[in-house]
């Protein structure tokens, strides 16, 4: 699965990380994390950080979400 974070670089950007790593264990699924810095967000048309895409899709946007949430975003994204 390919994954992006945009505003990986600030610290709500980094507990997304840190969360993702835990259910992707949790998961025993790859999840192959694109970092992309703050500076590139306009490239994305994103007005608020963090965001994750998946697939090219804007799943989250401004707000960290918990390892539950992310687990049903994956689990809806994989289906």
């Known amino acids: 699965m390919r994954?992006?974070?945009?505003g990986s670089d600030c610290s709500n950007g980094m507990k997304i990380i840190k969360n993702l790593r835990k259910v992707e264990k949790e998961l025993d699924m790859k999840i192959d994390v694109e970092q992309v810095p703050i500076s590139k967000k306009?490239?994305?048309?994103i007005?608020?950080?963090?965001t994750i895409i998946v697939n090219?899709?804007?799943v989250t946007e401004g707000f960290v979400p918990s390892e539950r949430e992310l687990i049903k975003i994956l689990?809806?994204?994989t289906a």
């Open 3 to 6: 994954l992006k974070i945009i």
């Open 42 to 45: 306009d490239k994305y048309n």
């Open 47 to 50: 007005k608020v950080i963090p």
């Open 75 to 77: 689990k809806e994204e």
């Open 56 to 58: 090219d899709k804007k």
